[in-house]
């Protein structure tokens, strides 16, 4: 199942929601941040994978993206089917 949200707090509607395996996540989003959404999901212990995304490089991001309890950060323009595999394994 596929499924799309526009802000933070859809985001969380739809993951709870739908139960994906992955979710592709934003950083910039207009209610709240990716890490935070991150953050709410991996403490629910959804199971969901979440990548967070973003046309900045993640260095901009320092501890954030770990912190956040994401698997990783791929930026936009590297984003492909075989680096999402890599990285959720």
């Given amino acids: 199942m596929v499924g799309e949200a526009e802000d933070g707090a859809s985001a969380l509607a739809a993951i709870h929601e739908l139960r994906p395996d992955v979710v592709l996540l934003d950083v910039q989003l207009p209610d709240m941040n990716g890490f935070e959404v991150a953050a709410k999901v991996t403490a629910n212990g959804s ?32 984003l492909s089917g075989a680096r999402l595999a890599a990285l959720i394994g």
């Fill in 47 to 78: 199971g969901s994978v979440i990548v967070l995304v973003s046309s900045r490089d993640g260095a901009d991001f320092g501890p954030l993206v770990a912190e956040s309890g994401a698997r990783g950060f791929i930026p936009k323009g590297e």
